[in-house]
């Protein structure tokens, strides 16, 4: 019987002899090392920056970011939902703070202040939200008004057209073009803060939609909302697959990692699980500005999102297993914290059948998918193992 590990090394030979056709001659194994050394070369150890754009549908407006950490007040922000057809929508909505929400100048939603949540990817592409608010939407443009006031630590939204499912609602679309046609960089305009010590006090962006407003002898005019700038893996111009890094956290990644090891093994040549230590430290050396730059920035698809969305085997298992191969191999206590997080998720936190089994919310309820074999057992035993 062919080892595990062993049969990985083969699924990549195998890979690269039906993209050929040919194996021409030479042994799976020759063609492993080709693969890998592709692997190896295709792949950068460094970052771009880049500016955040909005991802997935998701809106999200932070006032704090806007206007200063100190800032207090009411902040109002503005945008238009499109529609080729009259219709019926579902707004997915968070916020911590006091907000009132106008539809085409007619109140459609309202909180008192709570404890601030983000939403939470709960499978792919779906979020939960702390409300989701039903609405009717014209054909054309229709005007969206959101009311915040910065009574809480964290000051802004999130929202995102939704369909029943919980996925984006494509056929709406946020634009400014009604109001500022000029305006193509972003969907959404603000002002502010308006001086308050209650949220319900009214201000003149209720009242009506002007360019400018002068209130109590100052000038109030709306603002576009600052872009963040994101560190992203860095994909070479030459790379044959350029979607995403080879770096990158990713179920396939990491089991194309276990193989260099394996690979390793088989052919004396240290330079493959060199690799995966180099890959493996990288990732731990840039860890904490990556749990930054998703908890803080929401940089949803951000390169490493998935170390801290985890909210599927996906995100877990298969990807950590190359840090658990190198701590069969030896001492590595710098990983402890990253796998010790992948274990209590897999064990305690993934949704389950009543009978113990793994399961996922998509796309319906408790659906069982044959994937999550390979995302979680190959993990549990080594972990099981190594611990």
Known sequence: MIKPLKMITLFLSMSLFFHSGSLSGQSPLNFAQKVADKLMRESSATFDMAPQSTVLGMHVIDFKHLYGESATGIGYALSFICSDTDTSALLGFSSGNATSIWLNDS??????????ACPKEISYNRFLFQDTVRCTIKK????????????A????????????????????????????????????????PFPADRPDVIFPPELETKQYYRYQHHLFAWTLLKKNILLRLTIKDDNTYKRESYLDWHYANGAAMLALTSLSDATGDEKYVNFVKNYCDFIISNLYYFEWQYDQLHAYRGSYHRIFRRTMLD????????????????DHP??????????????HHQMRLPDGAFCRPEPEPYTV????LFMSVPFLLRMGKWS
């Open 107 to 116: 109140l459609i939603f309202k909180q008192e202040k709570r404890e601030p």
């Open 140 to 151: 054309g443009c229709n005007k969206l008004l959101i009311k915040s006031a910065a009574f």
């Open 153 to 192: 630590e964290n000051w802004g939204f999130f929202l995102r057209a939704i369909t029943p499912a919980g996925d984006e609602n494509t056929a709406l679309t946020f634009s400014l073009q009604p109001f500022a046609p000029a305006i193509t960089a972003s969907n959404w305009l603000c002002i502010g």
């Open 315 to 330: 995100d877990a298992g298969a990807p950590a297993l190359p840090f658990l191969a190198l701590l069969e191999r030896g």
């Open 334 to 347: 710098h990983y402890r914290r990253l796998i010790e997080a992948m274990a209590d998720y897999i064990s």
């Open 369 to 372: 998918w044959a994937d999550d």
